[in-house]
Nanobody, 117 residues
Framework: QVQLVESGGGLVQPGGSLRLSCAASKSIVGIHVMAWHRQAPGKQRELVAQIGGDGSTNYADSVKGRFAISGDTSKSTVNLQMNSLKPEDTAVYYC???????????WGQGTQVTVSS
């Protein structure tokens, strides 16, 4: 069974940076899209950024210009560089991969990001 494992979360001051990484325990064939979602306390999970197999990217308006997603479908890895962090970025961040080959999606267990002084 494939598992997605995230790393890189933690506590950072406002204006700081963090880099989240996600790697699959086994190679995932036919990756259609890789993404990062987040869920803040009392709020619904939301899409933060996604990258297609063709390299196209899409970002939530709230993170445009501050976050950058990158990925390598051949290695089944996806990263999220987060700059100029704000307290409202505080959430649990989840890695996500959809495979057209397996016809299913995969989720990581989540990593906590806390932005606070």
């Amino acid at each position: 069974q494939v598992q997605l494992v995230e790393s890189g979360g933690g506590l950072v001051q406002p204006g700081g940076s963090l880099r989240l990484s996600c790697a699959a325990s086994k190679s995932i064939v036919g990756i259609h899209v890789m993404a990062w979602h987040r869920q803040a306390p009392g709020k619904q999970r939301e899409l933060v950024a996604q990258i297609g197999g063709d390299g196209s990217t899409n970002y939530a308006d709230s993170v445009k210009g501050r976050f950058a997603i990158s990925g390598d479908t051949s290695k089944s890895t996806v990263n999220l560089q987060m700059n100029s962090l704000k307290p409202e970025d505080t959430a649990v961040y989840y890695c996500y991969v959809y495979s057209w080959h397996a016809r299913r999606d995969y989720w990581g267990q989540g990593t906590q990001v806390t932005v606070s002084s």
